[in-house]
């Protein structure tokens, strides 16, 4: 069983006129400038990052607010059910984030930062993006006899992520359709 980590907070809400704006200047600039948003939110820096926390969590927060939208649209129109289900899904999900400009933007320009947000065990992306495949998981396979939904779950994110940022770990090109080929594989 894995062991959770560091307490992660829950999601901003959608309508936090921050989070708005943060949203807006990540798709428009593939990045988050701490002082032009804190200026455009009308408050300081220091209580940008008192509400908010570090830029770290406030990208987490921005990408899996756009995350969660993309995941609203996207899953209604996978069909498959079971293993099938999950590995379109996650493809589905990958290939979405891959073509959105702010995504590329931020994975060129900001290879260690992106890394360290989306994959981090503690930061948001990761820890809420397990917790919503491991719902998924149990809705499509059930509980499984011999380790955990979670596990699972983990083992999941963490092949989708291996194809889909392979470019930055190895320099080969990421390949979002293995990574659709190895979940199916690892969930039968």
Known sequence: MMSP????????????????AAVAMF????????????????IGRATLYRRYGDRDRLLGEVIWSIATAEFARVHPRCRGRGADGIADLVHA?????????????????????ALRVMTSRDGVMQHRLISTLTRIVRAEIGEPDDTDAA??????????????????????????????????????
């Open 5 to 20: 980590p560091q307490e992660i907070p829950d999601p901003l809400p959608v309508d936090d006129p921050v989070l708005r």
């Open 27 to 42: 798709d428009r600039d593939g990045w988050i400038d701490a002082r032009a948003l804190a200026q455009e939110a009308g």
């Open 93 to 113: 999900i990958l290939h979405t984030s891959a073509r959105l400009p702010s995504m590329r933007r931020f994975l060129a320009d900001h290879p260690e930062t």
């Open 151 to 188: 596990t699972l779950a983990y083992a999941v994110t963490r092949v989708g992520e291996s194809f889909y940022y392979r470019e930055l770990i190895t320099g080969e090109p990421a390949d979002i359709d293995a990574a659709a080929v190895v979940i199916r594989r690892l969930l039968r």
